[in-house]
């Protein structure tokens, strides 16, 4: 039996059409009940605009659905993802943290098609159009598939868009420690997010980790497939002495990466214990 095909549990990192997911909410909700999951957490980035969605999606097919959000952070030099479980829309800091990290991710796009326009044709209000709420680098990743000059985003980010290349442009991006601290004010549960991942060059360290707990991290995504095995092992040993839930999830991003739904999950337990935490109501 595949680990999609195998009954319960959640998948806690998902993506949708409201950020850089190709899909609906609507879409995903009827995905996990399809595949057996208990639920999901959508955890678009630096948005709650899929959430109303979601829930009315999730309640209509029997399956649960856990608020979230993807923050952009750093830590130093280092791009770091953060999972945000449950905290409150309605704080007035981390809804003004995430409308500057949408309006920055937007200046963006604009300034690498702009980049790529004297060699690429790419329509940037086109981009626009097909983005929707949030646009980010994986829509000029779709326009140049689109226009034939890679066969998919993956491809993109590897050769015109890399970080390497000449039209990749830097992204804003908030102090890992300030999210963290940022998440439990709102009421949320902070978890690390793909912290051994292989497009990095090293994972995270035992000391930057201890760092992140002492600010008020809850967890550390280590089960997800893009993370490497090898550098698991020792995150495990540090999430563990640091008292750090250990999460799984797909990242799934519909067409846009080639996780799956459902292939890497956490237990049922788990998630009620995040509910305990946190204020959102089901």
């Known amino acids: 039996m595949t680990a999609e095909a195998m009954p319960g549990g959640f998948d806690l990192h998902t993506h949708s059409v409201f950020s850089d997911g190709t899909t609906t909410p609507t879409s995903i909700a009827f995905e996990a009940a399809a595949i057996g999951l208990d639920g999901f957490a959508l955890t678009d980035h630096d948005t709650v605009a899929g959430w109303e969605e979601a829930r009315i ?56 098609a702009d980049l790529l326009a004297p060699d690429f044709a790419v329509d940037w209000d086109a981009v626009l159009l097909a983005a929707g709420s949030s646009v980010g680098r994986p829509h000029i990743a779709d326009a140049l598939v689109a226009a034939g000059y890679a066969e998919n985003r993956s491809a993109v980010f590897e050769t015109i868009l890399s970080p390497r290349g000449r039209y990749y442009m830097p992204i804003y991006a908030l102090n890992t420690v300030e999210a963290v601290e940022l998440v439990r ?65 797909s990242d799934y991003h519909g067409a846009g990466k080639a996780n799956r739904l459902g292939e890497r999950r956490t237990s049922s337990d788990v998630v009620a214990e995040i509910r305990d935490h946190v204020a959102v109501p089901r």
């Open 57 to 112: 999606a999730a309640a209509s097919v029997g399956v649960d659905v856990l608020p979230g959000i993807e923050l952009t952070t750093h830590t130093g030099a280092r791009s770091a993802h953060l999972l945000a479980y449950g905290p409150d829309p309605a704080h007035l800091g981390l809804g003004a943290k995430m409308t500057m990290l949408r309006d920055s991710r937007v200046a963006r796009a604009r300034a690498m």
């Open 185 to 249: 004010a709102a009421g949320g549960l902070p978890v690390l997010g793909h912290p051994a991942a292989n497009r990095m060059r090293t994972p995270f360290s035992a000391a930057e980790l201890g760092e992140l707990a002492d600010a008020g991290l809850w967890g550390v995504e280590l089960d997800h497939p893009e993370n490497r095995a090898d550098w698991v092992a020792p995150l495990r040993e540090s999430a563990e002495a640091l008292g750090l839930v250990v999460t799984g999830a």
